[in-house]
């Protein structure tokens, strides 16, 4: 399986530990094409239902036609065996919001 970058896939975050977002849930691709199609894991952020607008780590968007948030501050590191169905694709505008968030909170200032 080579996901692409930006798809939404089904992912069983279990098991996690303390605060993590959990269950079976979307998560959006985010590592490069290039590392996902050589490594056996994904950089992925989880979607949620639970929406907070006023959280500056978060991105408001729709996933297969229901409101949903990008969790930027739960981004982590998957095996691709936890990946199942693709289920959407981010919007061009909400993949270059994604990426300045991740920038902006991830990269050197």
Not at 26 to 34: D, G, K, L, R, T
Not at 70 to 97: F, P, Y
């Amino acid at each position: 399986m080579t996901p692409e970058r930006y798809a939404i896939y089904f992912a069983d975050l279990n098991p996690t530990s303390g605060r993590e977002i959990n269950k079976v849930r979307p998560v959006a691709i985010v590592s490069q094409n290039e590392m996902n199609r050589y490594l056996n894991t994904v950089v992925v952020c989880p979607l949620t239902s639970s929406l907070h607008p006023q959280w500056r780590s978060r991105i408001q968007t729709t996933c297969a036609g229901k409101d949903a948030e990008i969790a930027v501050d739960q981004i982590r590191t998957i095996s691709k065996q936890r990946l199942r169905e693709k289920i959407d694709k981010l919007s061009d505008d909400t993949a270059v919001r994604a990426r300045r968030l991740i920038t902006a909170m991830y990269g050197e200032t």
